[in-house]
């Protein structure tokens, strides 16, 4: 059996991308920094030596020339940008060769009234919103890794349930009960193990429920990131920072034309380049060219184990699932009426904000912009919440449930208070109400509306089996380490996890002998993991002794023992003595609890009486690892469309993989 590859989580690679994103936009913004900053000391010496002549001159551009020529081999491939025109300029003093004893006090003030202060500060600001952004991108894909790892986990339990389930068959229907077990009571044991294997059924038929849903949503985030968010960002940031370039490069070309008639048709090229610069073509280029800002797949679906479902699943008449598919329906058709009268409220709200910034005087001026920048926060939030819901119901509607039915009402009442709410707005305005209390009436409905949206929150993810660290484990398989960072390990022995893997199916663990390293999950037994509790309700009490309809993995207890006591005779062999640290169920406190530990010894037991203990963990050991999740798509190809058309007041439902 081979070990599972070491991938990397989902939301590592996805923060790592983010990262390389910001590291790349730093460069390139540090790069039109050092541009500024070498305008400004070019036009402090232009200045100083505009009275000398031309040996002088040639001699102040050289070093400009040189360090340009290093610069353009990495933006060679861009055409008209603010460094190609900048080569041009450098051409043109280079040919002028002449005094500029007119244009010397002009360099000077070009000089003074550059720097790089105000664009450090639009860069921090852009910066700040792009974190943001991203910080919500990866909270959704760490809620689909904790969906997806929640997913595999109910399908592993319900896969050993079934097997389980099917020995206790095999073996009442070939009438070998043994010597501890009658027919009757292995009847009564399937139909135990039965019910069971409905039940982990359910469970995992919601877990994958789940994982559909987190799966579109994120996949809908990340397109609106790189469609929408992360376009818009940058065109602001660098639409902002080419005013700080385009100026002095714009005034060195004039002057350069009026002070050189020798080098007169260089400066009128070097005008033209700098006219010519495309800003939003650079951007375009810009993000065509590195690669990390390209679009990727979409996330594709997963199926974990022998798992064949790859669509949400409705219950069987009347159960809880079909029920939980219309909650689902009813949730996120409100959420996209909550998020319609968001955007349509908050885009008014701001027509409000911008007459009052206009009129209000500089000492309220702050308070107003931030303001401003709450409700496009807000109306941000609303529109991303939308093209999340969307996908969502898309992928309802596909799996047969009447979306429209929930979402035309919810629509139309949304329509209808918006409506209202502008015809108040206009009457307001017709009565020439335009005080302080009026406004604050306008905004206060505003921040009523948002604070009505926290009712449609996303809920947490149900919480996972975890166990604490550091923990005993025991090794079930031997494993020889291929790496440096990993531990060989052999069968039998014990071991102590201190920490998670970096990957998936992987754990730091240490030995008798103090060596450390990385060794699968898999080949491991952790005797103390807290299973997830019975939807029943069945909860064991605090301080009780486990028993076994409580503890459906008797083999997690003891892996090593050879006689396979369960706990239901007094065990004196080797395996249980040489392991204190295990908790013991009933049975193994040194008392006989059955009336047949006085006849039978455990060496008498027959081996096919009860399943091998080392059957049941290398059925565990053996099932098929769960699909490591794909790298996070970064971009999906179709852009969800909107849910709502108030003209022909349909939905249109966008094409969803996965």
């Given at each position: ?242 005013e700080y370039l385009r100026d002095p490069l714009t005034l060195l070309s004039h002057t350069e034309l009026e002070a050189a008639e020798m080098a007169l048709e260089h400066a009128r090229h070097g005008g033209q380049a700098t006219s010519q610069v495309n800003w939003e073509q650079d951007v375009k280029l810009f993000l065509q060219g590195p690669g990390v800002f390209s679009p990727t797949p979409p996330q594709q679906f997963q199926p974990a184990g022998t798992d064949q479902v790859c669509a949400l699943e409705r219950g069987a008449g009347g159960l809880a699932g079909e029920s939980g598919l219309e909650k689902e329906v009813q949730r996120w058709t409100s959420r996209a009426a909550r998020d319609y009268k968001i955007q349509h409220h908050g885009h008014r709200v701001l027509q409000r904000l911008e007459q009052r910034r206009q009129q209000a005087p500089e000492r309220e001026a702050p308070g107003v912009e931030q303001r401003l920048q709450e409700v496009r926060e807000s109306i941000r939030r ?277």
């Amino acid at each position: 059996m081979q070990p599972p590859p070491r991938k990397v989580k989902p939301a590592q690679e996805v923060k790592l991308r983010f990262l390389e994103q910001l590291s790349i936009l730093q460069t390139r913004q540090q790069r039109e920094a050092d541009l500024l900053e070498d305008i400004r000391s070019y036009s402090k010496q232009r200045a100083a030596i505009e009275r000398e002549y031309g040996q002088a001159l040639q001699k102040l551009a050289g070093p400009f020339l040189k360090r340009e020529g290093q610069r353009s081999g990495e933006v060679a491939s861009r055409g008209r940008t603010v460094f190609g025109a900048w080569r041009c300029l450098l051409d043109a003093t280079v040919a002028g060769g002449q005094t500029r004893l007119q244009a010397s006090d002009r360099y000077r003030d070009l000089a003074g009234g550059t720097g790089r202060s105000a664009k450090e500060q639009v860069l921090r600001k852009g910066t700040e919103s792009l974190q943001r952004a991203q910080a919500e991108v990866l909270q959704s894909v760490r809620e689909l890794s904790r969906s997806r790892k929640l997913y595999g986990q109910r399908e592993r339990v319900w896969a050993l349930a079934q097997e389980k389930a099917a020995d206790v068959q095999a073996r009442l229907n070939r009438s070998d009960h043994g010597i501890f077990h009658s027919r009757a009571s292995l009847q009564k044991l399937s139909t135990k193990l039965s019910a069971q294997s409905a039940q982990y059924s359910h469970q995992l038929r919601t877990a994958r429920n789940e994982y559909l849903l987190n799966l579109v949503a994120t996949n809908a985030h990340l397109a609106h990131y790189y469609q929408e968010e992360l376009p818009d960002l940058l065109k602001v940031l660098v639409s902002e920072l080419s005013e700080y370039l385009r100026d002095p490069l714009t005034l060195l070309s004039h002057t350069e034309l009026e002070a050189a008639e020798m080098a007169l048709e260089h400066a009128r090229h070097g005008g033209q380049a700098t006219s010519q610069v495309n800003w939003e073509q650079d951007v375009k280029l810009f993000l065509q060219g590195p690669g990390v800002f390209s679009p990727t797949p979409p996330q594709q679906f997963q199926p974990a184990g022998t798992d064949q479902v790859c669509a949400l699943e409705r219950g069987a008449g009347g159960l809880a699932g079909e029920s939980g598919l219309e909650k689902e329906v009813q949730r996120w058709t409100s959420r996209a009426a909550r998020d319609y009268k968001i955007q349509h409220h908050g885009h008014r709200v701001l027509q409000r904000l911008e007459q009052r910034r206009q009129q209000a005087p500089e000492r309220e001026a702050p308070g107003v912009e931030q303001r401003l920048q709450e409700v496009r926060e807000s109306i941000r939030r609303a529109q991303v919440s939308q093209v999340k819901g969307a996908a969502r119901l898309a992928l309802l509607q596909e799996a047969g449930l009447d979306v429209q039915r929930w979402l035309k009402p919810a629509m139309t009442q949304a329509q209808d208070e918006v409506e209202q709410e502008r015809r108040l707005s206009e009457a307001r305005l017709s009565q020439r109400d335009l005080s302080p209390t009026a406004e604050d009436a306008e905004l206060s409905d505003f921040d009523e509306c948002e604070e009505a949206g926290e009712l449609f929150e996303e809920p947490a993810p149900p919480a996972l089996a975890t166990r604490s660290l550091p923990c005993p484990a025991h090794v079930v398989f031997g494993y020889q380490a291929g790496r440096e960072d990993e531990l060989t390990i052999t069968e039998g022995e014990w071991l102590e996890v201190i920490e998670e893997g970096d990957a998936d199916e992987w754990v730091k663990a240490r030995n008798q002998h103090g060596e450390a390293g990385f060794v699968p999950e898999r080949y491991l037994n952790f005797p103390d993991l807290s299973l997830p509790e019975s939807n029943h309700g069945s909860h064991n009490p605090s301080g009780a002794e486990p028993t076994d309809a409580a503890i459906p993995f008797p083999s997690q207890f003891f892996p090593s023992c050879t006689h396979q006591c369960l706990g239901r005779i007094h065990c004196t062999c080797s395996a249980c003595r040489q392991s204190p640290r295990l908790p013991r169920p009933p049975g193994h406190d040194g008392a006989s609890t059955q009336a047949d530990a006085s006849t039978t010894s455990p060496t008498s037991q027959s081996p096919r009486s009860w399943p091998s203990r080392c059957s049941h963990l290398k059925a565990m050991a053996s099932l098929p690892p769960s699909n490591a999740a794909a790298p996070i798509s970064m971009l999906t190809e179709t852009k969800p469309s909107t849910i709502w058309s108030e003209k022909g007041k349909t939905c249109s439902v966008p094409h969803v993989q996965g």
